[in-house]
């Protein structure tokens, strides 16, 4: 689903936005400890609530179900896409933690990581679907994170190659590729709500040395 965009630049279903948004906290100085809780508070909300009613819903609803008031919101998120941003870069993060953490089973962590990518992939379609529509360069911003991200999942890669659990005959790139491609087809009409979840792994079942 694409939100429509209104003549004032807002996405349809928000509140009215303050004549003049303040710039974030977090952009000037340190978080004080509750404002830091607010804004964990704000984009764990975010996340329920777009996954729930989609990203249309008004911002209001993110407020409401963070336990804080709209002003407190645009106070850390001055428009909806620096909030869609937020929760787009929070994920990331979380990839990122993710595919660094040390296990012992180097096959039974990449797949358990590529599970991980396809939930987070699908849950973010429509999110960088409205950044993209309102001209934000995710790709720009996210560069680094992303570099870092395909570099330890080649070394993840390579970790479950070596173990002898997954095909060697693939990269850690093309690997990338098809779960982000059955994602995306698991987004089409009819797709049914388990969808993304089997196509990654009739993926992994794939790459496996052991099928």
Request: with cysteine.
């Amino acid at each position: 689903m694409t939100a429509r965009r209104s003549a004032r630049g807002t996405l349809a279903g928000d509140a009215e936005e303050p004549p003049a948004a303040p710039v974030p906290e977090q952009a000037t100085r340190p978080l004080r400890a509750d404002a830091a809780r607010n804004r964990q508070r704000i984009l764990e909300a975010a996340e329920e609530v777009f996954a729930r009613d989609g990203i249309a819903v008004p911002i209001d609803t993110v407020a409401e179900r963070a336990g804080v008031g709209v002003g407190t919101l645009y106070r850390h998120f001055p428009t909806k896409e620096a909030l869609f941003e937020a929760v787009v870069l929070r994920r990331l993060d979380e990839l990122l933690a993710a595919v660094a953490e040390p296990a012992d089973d180097a096959t039974a962590s990449f797949f358990a990581f590529l599970e991980q990518m396809g939930e987070q992939v699908a849950l973010k379609h429509d999110l960088f679907d409205a950044l993209a529509e309102a001209g934000v360069d995710l790709e720009a911003r996210c560069a680094a994170k992303v570099g870092t991200l395909k570099e330890e999942v080649r070394a993840l890669h390579g970790r479950a190659v070596a173990h002898g659990g997954v095909r060697a005959d693939i990269t850690a790139d093309e690997v990338m590729g098809l779960v982000i491609g059955a994602c995306s087809h698991a987004q089409a009409p009819g797709a049914v709500d388990d969808s993304t979840r089997r196509m990654v792994r009739v993926v992994c079942d794939g790459l496996r040395t052991d099928r």
